[in-house]
């Protein structure tokens, strides 16, 4: 390669990884404007394209980068990850087996492969290959969670387990690792999940969040907005909380009768992509008991969808939507069902990471908090591996006094 064009392509590469894209950008189309067909500048430019959002021309550039040079591992693995993100999974399938024939060692492009192969449905090798990806690079924490949760859905729990066990000794502070071994074990439970927990998941599934609920039938939104329509009823004006507003699903459906919508959440980049909607006056980023507490009597409807499924004691997170709702206010809110317990069971951390809660220690708990007119009603909220996942849709109205 001509010297100035190294040059030029090592300095693009340094303002890329810190961040300086405007930089990073000039500099590649300078390459290629001396060079249209620089293989390194084509792959490098084609993933600044892909980061901000231009997954068309991202996708030509990496072609046009691997029919230069059609061996180029990285390049492949590139490519395959911008087809994977526009869900052409045998197009991401071919580039990743290609990578792991080009370099037999780079661990990445087995993990991409595995991970490919799990969307494809093909589990068993989904997982030969998540566990070639440790093999050659057991520090990769990324492989665990994805393996981990391939044997949970093929019904190999004790291969989970000692997948969470491994991830643990790689990385002691994992949040996820900690909580879905107490999930698993039913030892060590939480009274409810760590917020770093919620961070981390929440923050790493961000960007597949919709496409993923959209497949699973995700009705929690809907099912609430209706069993809130009923209680407010028609041309009401509300001041509204989506409490753990994630993505900002219910913010459309709430929109309508909110003379003031805020939402919470602990995940920035959940809020990120709730930002983009544009239905809501005001966005948090904080964790949900302290930003109620924080806001008295601010509010006259509470709505959280899904949120409190992380929550195994209830009382905390009752008590705090209490405080900020007025007189008469509703708190609508989606939980887990959890049937067929001994007498005296109020909630269990379930295998998939969630709490489930019977309908009598919710009744208990609203109304040892001030609410009365308690309404529990059952509905699907999703489908998972194909089975009904069963939900207690509850609404109630602050009392005056408890």
């Given at each position: ?14 303002a ?21 067909d ?78 490919c ?5 093909r ?10 990806a ?14 981990a949760?391939?044997?949970m ?77 009923e ?25 309508p ?17 709730a930002?983009?909607r ?15 507490r ?11 969808a ?30 887990e ?16 990471g ?26 699907v ?8 996942v ?13």
């Amino acid at each position: 390669m001509d010297q100035s064009i190294q040059q030029t392509l090592q300095r693009a590469i340094a303002a890329h990884k810190d961040g300086r894209l405007a930089e990073a950008e000039a500099d590649y189309l300078r390459i290629l404007e001396e060079k249209p067909d620089d293989p390194n500048a084509l792959n490098f430019l084609g993933m600044l394209r892909f980061h901000q959002g231009n997954q068309v021309e991202a996708e030509r550039l990496l072609r046009r980068s691997v029919e230069v040079l059609p061996d180029n591992p990285h390049a492949r693995v590139n490519l395959g990850n911008v087809l994977m993100v526009g869900d052409d999974y045998e197009g991401a399938h071919r580039e990743f087996l290609r990578a792991t024939e080009l370099a037999p060692d780079l661990s990445i492009a087995w993990y991409n492969l595995g991970v490919c192969l799990r969307k494809l449905q093909r589990l068993h090798e989904a997982a030969a290959y998540l566990y070639k990806a440790l093999q050659l690079d057991p520090t990769n924490t990324n492989a665990y969670e994805p393996l981990a949760r391939l044997h949970m859905t093929i019904g190999r729990v004790q291969e989970a387990i000692d997948l969470y066990h491994r991830w643990l000794e790689v990385d002691p502070d994992s949040s996820i690792a900690r909580h879905m071994l107490a999930a698993l074990t039913g030892q060590d439970t939480p009274p409810r999940a760590d917020d770093r927990y919620v961070k981390d998941v929440f923050n790493e599934f961000a960007d597949t969040f919709d496409k993923t609920l959209a497949m699973l039938e995700y009705r929690a939104p809907q099912i609430l907005a209706d069993a809130l329509s009923e209680r407010l009823g028609p041309g009401a004006q509300r001041d509204m909380l989506d409490a753990g507003c994630g993505t900002g699903l219910c913010g459309p459906l709430l929109r309508p009768s909110a003379r003031r919508l805020v939402g919470v959440d602990l995940s920035p980049k959940m809020l990120d992509k709730a930002r983009v909607r544009g239905v809501y006056d005001e966005l948090c980023e904080q964790e949900l008991c302290a930003f109620m507490r924080s806001r008295p009597a601010e509010f006259d409807v509470v709505v959280s969808a899904d949120t409190l499924v992380y929550f195994g004691q209830l009382g905390e997170a009752v008590w705090a939507a209490r405080t900020c709702l007025r007189e008469g206010g509703i708190l609508a809110f989606t939980l887990e069902r959890l049937d067929g317990q001994p007498a005296g069971t109020a909630f269990r951390l379930q295998h998939h990471g969630r709490y489930g809660h019977t309908e009598e220690y919710v009744r208990d708990v609203l109304a040892a908090a001030g609410f009365r007119d308690v309404r529990i009603g059952t509905d699907v909220l999703r489908y998972e591996t194909g089975q009904k996942v069963h939900g207690h849709v509850v609404t109630a109205i602050r009392s005056a006094s408890c």
